[in-house]
């Protein structure tokens, strides 16, 4: 796997100790973590002049890599917002004007990449990779809201292991077979009642073409919380009856009214095929 960590800062000086040192502030206990999991680690600036070049900067990243962890300086603070559904943004901390680049940098390496190691390890198992990936939009829980309060706007590192692993177990609960079915499959089920199972079908993929599609579309479709997945998985959402009709939230904002039909196929990104 490779890991790409993007540190965004206005800040020319610090940009360019992060290129002078690159991945030399990582420890190396950290470093064996890493490659237990057979992730490689690089380290890249960026001095991007808004949220929306930035994005486009990481998308294009993401061509080529398997992981994204954004350290943002805190003047940025405001890009978290948009970037975290899809990268794993740490902040860096720098709140006061005057601080040690090489200090503040190391502690965020180390701790971004140990707290994404923990994320990823849940993310490769497919039963929680199941829960992970739900339409970020359209699964209708408090619990769900509860998982992404913990990447949103910025990983708090300390305890994000136990946070994480609270927030799977209680979506887990949603998980149950259908009963109006001998199919013993589960599902997980939202608070519409909506039943979301896992597709393993290769039949489509999220659409990315722009427009109508726009960058938080195609960031959803390849990135969740910094870890790349495959751009065909989606889920299969019916009803305890099977069939389902209704509208659903689309990828691109608005809503999206569908007919009867069997079932919808809907991607984590909220795209419907």
Same mark, same amino acid.
């Given at each position: 796997?490779?890991?790409?960590?993007?540190?965004?800062?206005?800040?020319?000086?610090?940009?360019?100790?992060?290129?002078?040192?690159?991945?030399?502030?990582?420890?190396?206990?950290?470093?064996?973590?890493?490659?237990?999991?057979?992730?490689?680690?690089?380290?890249?600036?960026?001095?991007?002049? $808004?949220?929306?070049?930035? =994005?486009?900067?990481?998308?294009?990243? !993401?061509?080529?890599?398997? @992981?994204?962890?954004?350290? +943002? &300086?805190?003047?940025?603070?405001?890009?978290?917002?948009?970037?975290?559904?899809?990268?794993?943004?740490?902040?860096?901390?720098?709140?006061?004007?005057?601080?040690?680049?090489?200090?503040?940098?190391?502690?965020?390496?180390?701790?971004?990449?140990?707290?994404?190691?923990?994320?990823?390890?849940?993310?490769?198992?497919?039963?929680?990779?199941?829960?992970?990936?739900?339409?970020?939009?359209?699964?209708?829980? $408090?619990?769900?809201?509860? =998982?992404?309060?913990?990447?949103?706007? !910025?990983?708090?590192?300390? @305890?994000?292991?136990?946070? +994480? &692993?609270?927030?799977?177990?209680?979506?887990?609960?949603?998980?149950?077979?259908?009963?109006?079915?001998?199919?013993?499959?589960?599902?997980?089920?939202?608070?519409?009642?909506?039943?979301?199972?896992?597709?393993?079908?290769?039949?489509?993929?999220?659409?990315?073409?722009?427009?109508?599609?726009?960058?938080?579309?195609?960031?959803?479709?390849?990135?969740?919380?910094?870890?790349?997945?495959?751009?065909?998985?989606?889920?299969?959402?019916?009803?305890?009856?099977?069939?389902?009709? !209704?509208?659903?939230?689309?990828?691109?904002?608005?809503?999206?009214?569908?007919?009867?039909?069997?079932?919808?196929?809907?991607?984590?990104?909220?795209?419907?095929?």
């Amino acid at each position: 796997m490779k890991l790409v960590i993007v540190v965004a800062t206005p800040d020319a000086a610090l940009a360019k100790t992060v290129g002078q040192k690159k991945a030399a502030l990582i420890d190396s206990a950290t470093q064996a973590k890493a490659s237990s999991f057979g992730v490689t680690v690089s380290v890249l600036s960026a001095i991007p002049t $808004s949220v929306d070049e930035f =994005l486009r900067y990481l998308v294009d990243l !993401g061509a080529d890599a398997d @992981g994204i962890i954004t350290i +943002l &300086d805190s003047r940025l603070n405001s890009y978290g917002t948009t970037l975290s559904p899809f990268f794993f943004v740490v902040p860096l901390g720098n709140a006061r004007d005057h601080f040690n680049h090489q200090n503040l940098l190391r502690s965020a390496y180390n701790n971004g990449l140990r707290s994404f190691l923990v994320f990823f390890e849940r993310f490769s198992r497919l039963q929680y990779k199941k829960i992970l990936l739900l339409p970020f939009s359209n699964f209708s829980s $408090s619990k769900f809201v509860d =998982l992404k309060a913990i990447f949103l706007d !910025g990983i708090r590192t300390k @305890g994000f292991g136990d946070s +994480l &692993d609270g927030a799977i177990a209680s979506l887990r609960e949603l998980q149950k077979p259908k009963t109006s079915t001998s199919y013993q499959d589960s599902y997980l089920i939202d608070g519409r009642g909506r039943y979301y199972q896992l597709g393993h079908e290769r039949h489509a993929r999220a659409e990315t073409g722009c427009p109508p599609h726009s960058l938080l579309c195609i960031a959803g479709a390849r990135f969740r919380f910094g870890a790349r997945f495959e751009d065909w998985l989606h889920y299969n959402v019916s009803s305890a009856q099977g069939a389902i009709s !209704g509208n659903f939230v689309s990828c691109h904002g608005g809503t999206q009214s569908v007919s009867t039909r069997s079932h919808v196929n809907l991607f984590p990104n909220d795209h419907i095929a």
